[in-house]
């Protein structure tokens, strides 16, 4: 075997703080920038005895760009000594699954390529993350080093061998290193059998429980498929959008209520499914919706923690729950009542990894539409339906019964998040910054008709290995518990998102039915002139509510 030497130079644009990396199909297709993240990620986390021994789970969610990614990456794994590659057929692997696989074939990492939710195709968003052994995304120390390595960077090692066939199933060798080519489904819906009663669900669905499912054509499909209608029966048609496409048919496949408006209007018909969900480009993501009402993520959250033990992975109760820091307080009400502790963690599924790895949490979500547990060390889509199955199965209860039931019991954060698109990065970050000298002197003052109890930039220190990660958001949190809290999207590939986020507690049946961005309004009216919006973006009105 002749390993290649190629000279290479440091390739901008890998941010510090980010898990992986995201970028323009054509950035990452052109030259060796692919190529450097993934020698600067083996720099990173090479062990002092080299990876002889070592198993990298490779695959993505199938869009463009991604077959020919895995090809450099096989290479660059063989070239840089790892033992065996794992990679899922054809290069499908959702995120969650990824996930599963490490944990189970006991794998040194995992290279996931995938951009989430962003578009796809020629045009679209490519992206690229390492996890590390316990399935999860990388910690900030670990993409910290990566970010270090990929600024010297001076050389790829990689290999001059033929591309292997990744859409057979076996095993086959590139250099001194194993390939086997796996089936992307079977480990994670053994581990799904594992966690959820399938018989009891199977006889749910026999008995008439609906449900549709879309995958938006993203890598779902494959799962939900083998998962609903194989496993459980659901009749053939209830994935929709099943089958991945290099482009997601022209979709972007983010499951909100803007991408995913034809499900909000079919699960709005009187004759609906029982539950209506999908899933993001990467499978990692959940969308909620029952017949007629939907599910804001914060309170699906609330809703699963507090009815997990009637699935048979929870039975037993749960150990604790985390949220991110702008995701609502739902949570830590159900945490209060069963007597469990409740995190809050910075945005970002990694900082959920060290938790579950400690068993201080069993369940955790963020705002955006990510919930998941202690069996993979990732948000997860499938996973999220199947508790939702496996609650309406067990209490024979609608969704909106339970949300309802759970709002009157626990009382409800009204929520809303409103997302500034494509703005100007410099005006963008000129109102961060000045937003951010604004709030040590906000404590104590009113504004709006509300006091102010604190103000201040988010920072996290990790309650199990005491990391400390700063400049995580800025909040501002009043008097009556109500919050505002501001920061910039890490994952966009365009311009400075700025995402802002609203939540207001209310107790008391009589307000259950309100409009949530009625409830909202006078602090969303104060969010805008807090950070002098209009003034920073000239934008009237936020590109996406949800
Ligand atoms: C967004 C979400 C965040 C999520 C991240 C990755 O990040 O807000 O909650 O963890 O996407 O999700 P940001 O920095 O754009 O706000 V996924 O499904 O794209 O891996
Ligand atoms: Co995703």
Redesign the pocket.
């Known amino acids: 075997m002749t390993i290649k030497h190629i000279a290479t130079s440091p390739i901008p644009g890998m941010k510090p703080g980010t898990s992986g990396l995201r970028k323009k199909v054509i950035e990452f297709a052109a030259g060796n920038y692919l190529a450097n993240f993934v020698q600067s990620v083996f720099n990173a986390v090479r062990p002092p005895q080299g990876f002889g021994g070592c198993t990298l789970v490779v695959g993505g969610d199938g869009r463009y760009f991604n077959a020919e990614a895995i090809q450099t990456v096989i290479r660059i794994a063989a070239a840089n000594g790892f033992g065996r590659a794992l990679v899922g057929q054809d290069g499908i692997l959702s ?1 969650p699954a990824a996930s599963c696989v490490i944990r189970k074939h006991n794998a040194f990492g995992g290279l996931i390529l995938s951009a ?2 962003n578009p796809g195709g020629p045009d679209g968003d490519f992206g690229i993350k390492f996890n590390a052994a316990n399935g999860g995304p990388a910690p900030e120390k670990i993409t910290d080093a990566i970010h270090a390595e990929s600024m010297r960077i001076d050389e790829i090692l990689t290999l001059n061998t033929p591309a292997v066939d990744i859409g057979r199933i076996g095993s086959q060798r590139v250099g001194e290193m194993l390939v086997e080519v796996i089936d992307p489904v079977a480990d994670y819906v053994e581990l799904m059998r594992n966690l959820f009663d399938f018989n009891a669900l199977r006889a749910a669905i026999a008995g008439g429980l609906r449900l549709t499912f879309d995958a938006m054509h993203a890598v779902t499909g494959p799962y939900a498929h083998a998962i609903f209608e194989c496993e459980l029966g659901a009749p053939a048609g209830t994935v929709k959008n099943g089958t991945p496409l290099p482009d997601f048919g022209g979709h972007h496949p983010d499951p909100n209520l803007v991408h995913a408006k034809h499900l909000l209007d079919l699960m709005m018909a009187p004759d609906a499914p029982d539950l209506g969900a999908a899933s ?1 480009g ?1 499978g ?2 959940n969308l909620i919706i029952g017949r007629g009402i939907f599910i804001p993520p914060s309170d699906s959250l609330a809703m699963l923690a507090a009815n997990a033990h009637l699935a048979p992975a929870y039975r037993n109760g749960i150990a604790g729950v985390a949220r ?1 820091m702008p995701t609502s307080a739902a949570v830590d009400r159900v945490a209060a009542r069963l007597e469990v502790p409740c995190f809050e963690t910075p ?3 990694k900082f959920f990894g060290n938790l579950l790895d400690a068993g201080r949490i069993t369940l955790c979500g ?3 539409a ?1 919930t998941g547990s202690n069996h993979v060390r990732e ?1 997860d889509g499938v996973w999220a339906v199947l508790l939702w199955l496996s609650i309406i199965a067990a209490r024979r209860q609608s969704v909106a019964e339970i949300a309802r039931g759970h709002w009157a019991a626990y009382g409800r954060n009204y929520y809303t998040r409103h997302d500034y698109e494509g703005l100007d990065t410099a005006a963008a970050q000129a109102l961060m910054k000045t937003l951010g000298e604004l709030l040590p002197r906000l404590a104590g003052t009113s504004v709006g008709g509300r006091g102010i109890a604190m103000a201040d930039d988010f920072s996290y220190t990790d309650p199990v290995d005491g990391s400390v990660s700063q400049n995580q958001g800025l909040r501002v949190i009043f008097e009556d518990g109500a919050r505002i809290v501001y ?1 910039l ?4 590939t365009t311009g400075a ?1 700025l ?1 802002v986020y609203i939540e207001r507690y209310e107790a008391g049946p009589a307000l259950l039915a309100q409009d949530t961005q009625a409830a909202l309004a006078d602090l969303i009216a104060t969010s805008r002139d807090l950070a002098r919006l209009n003034e920073f973006t000239g934008r009237e009105h936020p590109d996406v509510i949800t």
């Open positions: 995120t989430s939710h993001d990467d990692d993501r991110s945005t970002g599924w963020e705002e955006s990510g948000k920061r999207s890490g994952t966009g998102t995402r």
